[in-house]
């Protein structure tokens, strides 16, 4: 029995058209499994990827509520149940006009291993909606949040599925959500992650997918006797994971030269302060604003329309969303100087891009590894909600901190190729390996 990847993605392509990003999600990862499947029978002889290609269940729903005019709007609403092998259902939702089907799966895909990579008994899963929340009134998002949980709360429960935020789903909408999930189901428990610090949740989760991938880059640059501190670096997005990034960079001493929003990009020739920052956590999540106002702010250049790949430096963090660095930005990121590239945001860089990354020796870190410490701090929370108490910042920053760096040694294990360490075929061995054992442990089901 031999596997050729490429002809099982021909299939997966037939069986699932109109779903590009999710047929873009499984090649990079069946692409890079194929010499490991071929080496081993076992798996083959259990059909673990014909079997893990299918999500377990996917629920899609209508989602009706009432604007502020008293006009009735409807969004679809939906949760991929990618695998639940080696723990409950654990992923994001997502809220933006752009979620569909296609989005979802490659989003709860990746989550099966990238949470397989953490350790913890975490199962894959995403979910979200179309839905938009730029613009909308605290109500109107409460409303919607009420709705969509309103048949979503059918499906989820602390051991069955844990939803958490991803883009759009932030503090404010966790809150929401929760307090109708409790309302519905009489039940205070640790259904969601991401929750306030006074009623369940944890310290650092804000912090940890930023702050994880800072620390999964700190990782990369000891083992070629190199640091953070003194580079310069770029980022996009101005959300959770580009904040928090960006703080964690500062404080390495690392000059953070831009981010960025749907509508551009600001440029900080000079490097983000620590006020600089403090200005853009509450322009982005209390005013709700657009990034522009931060470099009106502070005279800082603003490139309209743009993204951040077109400025020198040595380092670049993409932290907005998928596929958001081309083959042309890649090209344009190694002409001026990146040597490093460590994705914040769920595939952020295309197919394209990836290979002239590899071409290039660029160190690269996929998202399943470099972003794993959101949800591996989600998976610190239901510890923590179970065990009803609550670690000190310390005590979580300290558990992302080993979470990372074993993250980092599992992948070189997998990916090492003479001198070089390939992190993107690491991250998917180690991750596939974990699930994949226990799917034959628990038979076919
Ligand atoms: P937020 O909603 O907090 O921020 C998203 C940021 O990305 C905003 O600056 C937004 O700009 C920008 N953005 C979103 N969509 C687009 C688009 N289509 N084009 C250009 N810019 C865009 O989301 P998060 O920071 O939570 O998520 C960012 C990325 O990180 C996503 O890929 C997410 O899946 C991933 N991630 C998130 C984790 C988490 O814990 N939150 C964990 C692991 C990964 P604007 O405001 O203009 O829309
Ligand atoms: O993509 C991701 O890993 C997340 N959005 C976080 C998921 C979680 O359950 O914390």
Known sequence: MKFN??????????KNPNEPEFIQAALEIVL??????????????????????EPERTIIFRVPWVDDKGETQ?????????NSAIGPYKGGLRFHPTVNLSILKFLGFEQ????????????????GSDFDPHGKSDAEVMRFAQSFMSELYKYIGPNIDVPAGD??????????????????????????????????????????????????????????NDELTGKSILISGSGNVAQ????????????????????????DKDGLTPEKLDFIKTLKNIKRGRIKEAADEYGLEFLAGKKPWALKADAAFPCATQNEISGEDAKLLIQNGVKLVVEGANMPSSLEAIEIFQNNKILFAPGKAANAGGVAVSGLEMSQNSLRLSWTREEVDEKLKILMKEIHNKIVEHGKKDNHIDYIRGANIAGFK???????AQGFV
Do not use: C
């Open 32 to 53: 890079s499994l194929e010499d490991f499947l071929n080496a081993d029978p076992i798996y083959l002889e259990h059909k673990i990827l014909e079997r893990i290609i």
């Open 244 to 267: 928090f990034a960006a703080e964690k960079a500062i404080h390495l001493g690392a000059k953070v030269l831009s981010m960025s929003d749907s509508s551009g990009t600001i440029y």
């Open 5 to 14: 990847a490429k002809k099982f993605i021909e299939n997966v392509k037939q």
């Open 167 to 224: 883009i759009g789903v932030g503090a404010r909408e966790i809150g929401f959500l929760y307090g109708q999930y409790k309302k519905l189901t009489n039940d205070f428990s640790g259904v969601l992650t991401g929750k306030g610090l006074a009623w369940g949740g944890s310290n650092i989760r804000s912090e940890a997918t930023g702050y994880g991938a800072v620390y999964f880059a700190e990782e990369m640059l000891k083992n070629t």
């Open 434 to 440: 974990r699930v994949a054992d226990s799917m034959i």
């Open 112 to 127: 099966i291993f990238k949470n397989s990579l953490t350790g913890l008994p975490l199962g894959g899963g995403k979910g």
């Open 74 to 82: 409807v969004n679809r609403g939906f949760r991929v149940q990618y």
